[in-house]
């Protein structure tokens, strides 16, 4: 049923015997560590953005223990003030840039192909650059530990405080050169999901068929695109300060300090919803399936979700309610924090009407999913008395506020992903979690997650600032926080369970490709899905396609199996595996979306399935090697994003210490990098008749629009 | 039937026994004595009216709340899969007059709070009459008060009399800070270069707890102030005991060796007693013994701390910039007798 008739050719766009073969191509059988380095395959991409971003969160959570320790007792002396002001500072930037950031482009990588039916991204080698970059990023920003002390200005570092007068030490400048890194890898991220979510859609896929997740990570890739320039110019000007003694944010120089926190803000806020929104599309994508429902009002939710997008734009300036804009300039941003809320009302009604009259199974991810709803309404809340200005005089820099972004950040954000982690995660790991450990976390989560932040509402209004390291015991805040203190172990303790879940399902009995009976197209593929992803690339009938294949409405609009004749999509797939396990030459049809010897070698997946994935249009040798694929054309892997990845780090080491010769070695070890990048082989070196046969160089389309995305050289 | 009853039944019980212990534990926790520095017991107009505007938006947002997280609970439980092969649910789609209704009634909702806030932001923002001019000058980490009418200039308490309101020019000198006493008004942040003004009234005589809150570096958290709101009378006694000279110390007392000490290790450099030094770095010291505490109000003011404080300043407070002066025990215990001469 999918197949692709017509099959106009092109020709890749290099030869595969360009004549300027700076350096081999690794080949697709590189195993181990140098297949994890080199690859661009997206799912191998997202599960390395999963683990990197998991270990910055075990860092950012160790970090707000210490800071839970400091403060469960007036007068502590656990940590000195300075320490505290690192580890506060790390504990949010490593939260929102190195976790909840990289764990939502795990997510989006994994998922945007196989949820629209492409075989990969469209551009695998930056794809893989993002990724590279934002480790690097995140490696630079933790060396500073060790190499004189960590950023201590807080993570929205105003100025002046940040400043070389008031901030001497090289702390500052390990923030600010890390966010570009950083900045880099998200940039680079949003123009590669972006292009793949509109340009690679499989057949049929219209816009308002394409899954929710996959619409709320587009959006806030678009904000992702737009809102890191602003940054990037802020923390350029806040280095030119810094490192060449400009005056961009010296009051003394005449210079206004608020244009920092505009800025920053014009970003910061966006960046908010750049957080949520995935979170928002897991949610939208579990409640539906654990309640057997289509999403309710699935256009209303895409809207909404866009007109977040272009709402946050405007509602910058609340978090500067206090800085003495005058009257007209809080008005106008009071209004906009309040309607601001009503795209995010509609999606907690839809959310709560999809439930409504379902079959509702209570597995862990639904529980987190319900557990998001439940909490994100109560950060939505707080944030709407936040839009009342005058309140928000009292409230604003309070624990009060502390607890309303924890409120959207963890009970939402967090809540949200980890709903995705298991949820997806037998289908990229190919087994499911235990279900009892995963609710067991989740009522530690929710218990220590509302014993950590909820008595925060209540500190924050007896008039308890943020960021301070100590506070003296006449203040009434004492109780409040040594209960916050208890809870934030609980909320350890459940991340320790699940870690332990992790490493004991190990061992769990190997699960179909839909475990869940669910909805979208990721659930017609393999668990792990094979390195191409598709066998064929489906023709999309319907929103939710894979429900339509299984299901359909009686009279009453009840959903009913469908009759084997209408194929399910499980003998679907069982028949794509056994064709592939019976294949020993070109398939078929010819469509060049043939079936393949990948499932040969077991599960498929994974790194085994990555031994096929070189395969460019060796129609004519197909059967000279069992793992050969015939027709899959997949990009080569490459040394390149890694490499030139780590020459920003030493550009920004150079730019820090002032070793100029360092940083300029860096800048020529990036552009070495992007040169050996774009004149490299379009293909792996493991074919050499390839290169004897030019002619035959053609891209069969029947590998649809994911020949876009393949490794033909400059395409990325 | 019966079952999905009892169900029901239960599941009310357990909401309206989570609302109450919800509404108890706010209850308890609004009241909590010893809270000197709560936003939720206003003792100024500017704050109260604050409190006017928030406490209906509380009400209205813990409506919301008990909905939305009742319906979440109640449909989680009401139409979870019991297993029993019941029929697969309809398959509901949306329905465009439920979505635009909640829509337009949150909007209306909003619109209903957003027209006091306005109204009440332009309120606030009008300058009061027959104030009482003071400047605030927020420094790393402790505050200065200057009375230019009254010719009054002190630091980390403010004084000011019942129901007259203040007109408080704030003015910051290193990084961006935050002043703020809860029990009178919302806080306005010091920006250098950027003179911002926010006036506040006392309406009940009292201590009042404030405390820097915008981070402003090392000793952010030591950045704390006094407000007393004195009746007229004991104000104007304040105002003219501030404006007295220092008194010289007796001849041969440790406490004149004190003085000879304060200008030869260079504390004169840095703060101004009235006669003696003109320093502007550091608090103005005149009447130091009419302050309850220093170093931005972190330590109550007693011969003892003021010891401690002189052995190392910033090692009982962080990032102080008043230098470790390395002095002797005979030193401190001479210039603390001076201090405490400065009354």
Known sequence: MTIVTDPP???????????????????????????????????????????????????????????????????????????????????????????????????????????????????????AFGFWVFLVGGLFMYSSFILGGAPNGGWFGYAPNTLKLYSPGHNIDFWVFGLQILGIASLTGAVNLIVTAINMRAPGMSLFRMPIFTWMSLVAQFLLL????????????????????????????????????????????PEVYILILPAMGIVSEVIPVFSRKPLFGYQVMVFSGIAIGFMGWGVWAHHMFATGLGPVATSAFSASTMFIAVPTGVKIFNWLATMWRGKIRITSPMLFAVGFVAMFTIGGLSGVTHGVVPADTQQTDTYYVVAHFHYVLFGGSVFGLFSGIYYWYPKVVGHMLSDKLGKWQFWLFIIGFNMTFGPFHILGLQGMPRRIYTYPSHRGWDFWNFFATVGS???????????????????????????????????SIPSPPPEYNFAEIPVVTARDDLWHRKYTEDDKGRSILRQPVDAPAEAETEAVVRAAVDDDGPPGDGDGAGPNGASANGAGGGAGASDDGDTHDGDSHDGDEERHEPHIHMPSPSYWPAVTSVGLAVICYGMIYRVWFVAI???????????????????????????????????????????AGSGSGGAD | MRTGRWLRAQTARRVRLGALAALAALAVAACAPNAPQTTLDPKGPNAQTISNLIDPVFWVAGIVFVL???????????????????????????????????????????VAVAIPTIATIFKLSNKPANPINVTVTAHQWWWEYNYPDLGVVTANELHMPVNQPLEIKLVGADVIHSFWVPALAGKTDVVPGQNNHMSM???????????????????HANMRLKAFVQSPDEFK???????????????????????ALFAAKGCSGCHTVEGVSAGKVGPNLTHLQTRTSFAGSMFPMNPDKLSAWLQNPPGVKPGSKMPNLNLSGDEISKLVAYLETLK
């Open chain 1, 9 to 127: 050719v092109r020709p890749s766009l290099v030869p595969p015997d360009e004549p300027i073969r700076l350096l081999r191509r690794p080949t697709g059988y590189t195993k181990g560590i140098w297949g994890w380095v080199t690859t661009v395959d997206h799912k191998k991409i997202g599960i390395m953005y999963g683990v990197a971003a998991f270990i910055f969160f075990l860092l950012g959570g160790l970090e707000a223990l210490l800071l839970r320790i400091q403060l469960g007792s007036p007068e502590n002396t656990f940590l000195s003030a300075d320490t505290y002001n690192q580890v506060f500072t790390m504990h949010g930037t490593t939260m929102i840039f190195l976790f909840v950031m990289p764990l939502s482009a795990a997510f989006a990588n994994y998922m945007i192909p196989i949820q629209i039916g492409a075989r990969d991204v469209a551009f695998p080698r930056l794809n």
């Open chain 1, 226 to 269: 737009f809102a890191i320039p602003v940054i990037t110019v802020a923390l350029f000007l806040l280095m030119f300060d810094r490192t060449f003694g400009a005056n961009f944010f010296n009051a003394q120089a005449g210079s206004d300090p608020l244009l920092w926190q505009h800025l920053f803000w014009l970003f910061g806020h």
């Open chain 1, 489 to 523: 172990f609980v909320i350890a303790v459940g991340v320790l369970l699940f870690i332990y879940n992790v490493w004991t399902s190990r061992k769990n009995p190997k699960v179909g490709f839909d475990p869940w009976d669910a909805r979208t197209l990721e659930w």
């Open chain 1, 665 to 707: 070695l860096g800048g020529l070890w990036v552009l070495g990098g992007l040169y050996a990048w774009s004149l490299e082989p379009a293909t792996a070196p493991e074919e050499p008749e390839l290169d004897a046969e030019p002619s035959t160089d053609l891209e069969p389309v029947g590998s649809g629009p994911a020949g």
């Open chain 2, 68 to 110: 939305v997280e009742g319906m979440a609970i109640i449909f989680v439980i009401k139409y979870r899969d019991r297993g029993d092969n019941s029929p697969e649910p309809v398959q509901i789609h949306g329905n465009s007059r439920l979505e635009v209704g909640w829509t337009l009634i949150p909007a209306a909702i909003l």
């Open chain 2, 201 to 219: 009234t006392g309406s009940t005589p009292g201590t009042f707890l404030g405390q820097c809150t915008e981070f402003c570096g090392l000793s």
């Open chain 2, 237 to 259: 006694a304040w105002v003219e005991g501030q404006r007295l000279a220092a008194t010289a110390p007796p001849g041969g007392s440790p406490a004149e060796a004190g003085l």
